[in-house]
């Protein structure tokens, strides 16, 4: 398990921005310099877009949740882009009734409206890929800016993780769309020895997901710190933690913002 718990230090001694998405079944955390996201909670589900994973919003670890929803701009029918305010701040809420089921009232917050702006539940990997990109505007210092760690939970045996992982390759192109162009994948347990050679594994990811692997002398030049995410999975779900990314990014301990 790589559950390797960092020093206040060691994080303020790094000058890398160690930006990483760690992804389970369930819900998927953004970490960086030792700090974590709240958990992006998240299910399957089936509409006029097709099958997507949708956020759902959580109060406590037993809560079933329910579907948040989105502004889109919407193009030959399929949703092109969420709709973002002035500040970046995407126009977003949790639907009514049980479960969220029915779209709120998002509109209203347009005053102009136009035929193209539709309500729909908001994909966790837009709502993932927006996080990543307000939490790179912190940290234009770092050498590191446009690096992913993807921390992958095995699921299944070996062709069923891979078969998962290929849903992901929409999330995965989209970063690569939005600038991050140095990828790299790990996994957050020991996998089943029925995955097979760690090699062998690593490169059918890559390709799981149409990603070029990166050879040894390109991950030289993109050293991460040597303190690894970890343990912080294991605390309660839906709870910001303690040390949140965008309060570590704009603290006195980044040794390069004076």
Known sequence: MLALVCSALCWADCHTLDLSVMITKDFMVIGARGGFSPNIFYTTLSDRYGTRYVTLHRESADDPGRIVWALYFEKDGLLDSVIVDKKHRMYKAVGLGEGGIMPPPLKKKLKLCSNNVVVAPLSA???????LVEYRKNAEDRPDTN??????????NREEFLQWLRSYKPFVQAAKNIGFSFLTFGLLDDADSSYGDWAKLSKDMYDAVGVKMPSQDELKKHKRCSCVLGAALEGTPATPYSRGVYELLKSKGNPQKK
């Open 147 to 156: 690096d992913i760690l993807f921390m992958l939970k095995p699921n299944g």
């Open 125 to 131: 990997l837009d709502e993932v890929a927006w996080n």
